[in-house]
Nanobody, 121 residues
Framework: DVQLQASGGGLVQAVGSLTLSCEAS????????IGWFRQAPGKEREGVVF????????WYHESVKGRFTISSDNAKNTLYLQMNVLKPEDTAVYYC??????????????WGQGTQVTVSS
């Protein structure tokens, strides 16, 4: 079965850092597009970072460029999101998701349970 386990959220002060992890099972990270999404209270869910190793593509939302970095450990089948210089507007529940394609723009069908990130000013 496909499973995604997100962790690493917490409470941090502005300009601080956090690293989120997304442990995947039931599939290999390299074979599909994987995304980090977030949803803030009262707002729609938005894509933060998408990656497709097989297509060699990575996309960052404009608001996180230069601050967030996605990486993976294939031996652990785990994806990481390093978040630096955090801002209060980064406060949200963060989800990792797997696409059924290698294309980063569509097909996200499996979702982790989410991890809360709260950035205080």
């Amino acid at each position: 079965d496909v499973q995604l386990q997100a962790s690493g959220g917490g409470l941090v002060q502005a300009v601080g850092s956090l690293t989120l992890s997304c442990e995947a099972s039931g599939f290999a990270l390299d074979d599909y597009a994987i995304g980090w999404f977030r949803q803030a209270p009262g707002k729609e869910r938005e894509g933060v970072v998408f990656i497709s190793s097989s297509e060699g593509r990575t996309w960052y939302h404009e608001s996180v460029k230069g601050r967030f970095t996605i990486s993976s450990d294939n031996a652990k089948n785990t994806l990481y999101l390093q978040m630096n210089v955090l801002k209060p507007e980064d406060t949200a529940v963060y989800y990792c998701a797997k696409s059924k394609y290698s294309n980063i723009w569509r097909g996200y069908e499996y979702w982790g349970q989410g991890t809360q990130v709260t950035v205080s000013s």
